[in-house]
């Protein structure tokens, strides 16, 4: 028998026990299916992740903050040093001069300060007021945008980002309209006086998992925080939660390393977007990686079916390999006839629960991405790749061809004679 006789013969024999098979086929399936939902998944949350910090800068800027100071439980209450550093609440203060150390570290070409503001409200065209909350780092770094352009520093104009969720409530009946329509911001300063600024719109940005709020461009960031400042007492503490640091191009990950040493040296911790998210990676990670372990478990459940179905085909087959191996075909064929046999079970059901995953995980990526998941645009919560699938076919293939090497090994080792003998 040629190659292509033994798997045609292979596939045939499958369905001699259609209900056996069958059983066995849907155990591989669940699997599959399991394995190959979890996985798009994962690689769906990480695509949208990779994409927002892109978007971002990635590695290009650090967040740079004042380290933490830890003590131990028993250590007791910290003194009170009042040559030490300003402190807004639990958070410690950059002062001017630490502005400048980290701006004179190697390999770091720009330092923005993070001022806090804190408006009053934002109105357009004299209609309702809104409550208005500030991201930092929006403006420093680009954000991701549903229209407009990015904000523009040393313009000489003032301009914002406003939020997606801004647009219907102040009056504008989608982002197009929104574009370059002047907007009036309020502040209160120290003595109680509410100052109004006018801002024009740049752009309107998408919601993201790097935190909702207005951006603000360095002229309209320097306003309004001169103006947050206007009558604040001597003592009041002065200085910023945060800096945002940007980095010489085409740095490799050693200088990344070495810039963050040299400043954790100097009394900082320093942050890309990647690091800040990290602990949300492990966690995704870390629930795709258990469903992933279950649906394995599965496989390997599904396994021991293959391992019974073709024991008990072996069995039923006795007198058919003794004729086989007395009419001269060779161990290795008959083994390599069961081993085929088993293959095809595995990727019939592994090609029927990834197809079935795909078509119905589709479905409910879109439903999703047009409800419960449209205030985060472009996140497709399974996504699909060919590379993927194959990669989940291929293994619940080779997991089918382990499962029956037994089998065909007791198939090819019976003797003919006692074969053809068995009743």
Not at 211 to 220: K, R
Not at 272 to 279: E, F, K, M, S, Y
């Amino acid at each position: 028998m040629t190659a292509g006789d033994i798997l045609r013969s292979a596939v045939s024999n499958t369905f001699r026990s259609k209900v056996r098979t069958a059983l066995t086929v849907v155990a591989i399936f669940i699997g599959a299916f399991t394995l190959t939902l979890t996985s798009a998944i994962g690689a769906g949350v990480s695509d949208y992740i990779d994409k927002q910090i892109g978007a971002i800068g990635g590695d290009d800027l650090l967040t740079v903050s004042p380290a933490a100071e830890t003590a131990a439980a028993d250590d007791g209450p910290k003194e009170y040093d009042p040559d030490g550093a300003a402190m807004q609440g639990s958070f410690t203060l950059l002062s001017e001069a630490d502005i400048e150390t980290i701006r004179a570290t190697d390999g770091i070409d720009k330092v923005e300060p993070a001022a806090m503001l804190a408006p009053d409200f934002i109105q357009y065209d004299g209609g309702t007021k809104f409550e208005l909350t500030v991201n930092p780092m929006i403006g420093m770094a680009d954000a991701d945008l549903a229209a407009g352009r990015q904000l523009e520093d040393g313009s000489g104009s003032r301009e914002v980002l406003l939020p997606s969720s801004y647009l219907e409530p102040m009056g504008f009946a989608d982002e197009q309209a929104a574009l370059d329509q002047t907007v009036s911001i309020a502040v209160t300063d120290y003595a109680g006086t509410q100052h109004t600024v006018d801002a024009v719109v740049a752009g309107v940005q998408n919601d993201s998992l790097f935190g909702d709020g207005a951006g603000f461009n360095e002229e309209l960031r320097t306003e309004m925080d001169a103006l947050q400042k206007t009558g604040m007492p001597a003592g009041v503490p002065s200085g910023y939660i945060t800096s945002v640091a940007y980095l010489s191009t085409d740095i490799s990950a050693d200088e990344l390393d070495g810039i963050k040493s040299d400043l954790a040296d100097q009394g900082f911790t320093a942050l890309t977007v990647a690091d800040q998210i990290g602990a949300i990676q492990t966690v995704i990670n870390g629930i795709i990686g258990v469903l992933n372990a279950f649906a394995v478990i599965a496989l390997v459940a599904a396994g021991f079916g293959i391992v019974n179905t073709l024991l008990m085909s072996v069995q039923e087959r006795t007198r058919e390999i003794g004729l086989m191996k007395a009419m001269g075909m060779g161990g290795g064929k008959i083994f390599a006839l069961f081993s085929f046999e088993a293959i095809f079970i595995g990727f019939l059901g592994s090609a029927l629960g990834a197809g079935v995953a795909i078509g119905l995980g589709t479905a409910i990526s879109s439903v999703l991405s047009n409800t419960v998941l449209s205030a985060l645009p472009g996140l497709n919560i399974m996504l699909f790749t060919p590379a993927s699938v194959a990669v989940i076919i291929g293994v619940v293939m080779l997991i089918a061809f382990l499962a029956g090497t037994l089998p065909a090994r007791r198939a090819a080792r019976q003797n003919p004679i006692d074969a053809l003998r068995y009743e």
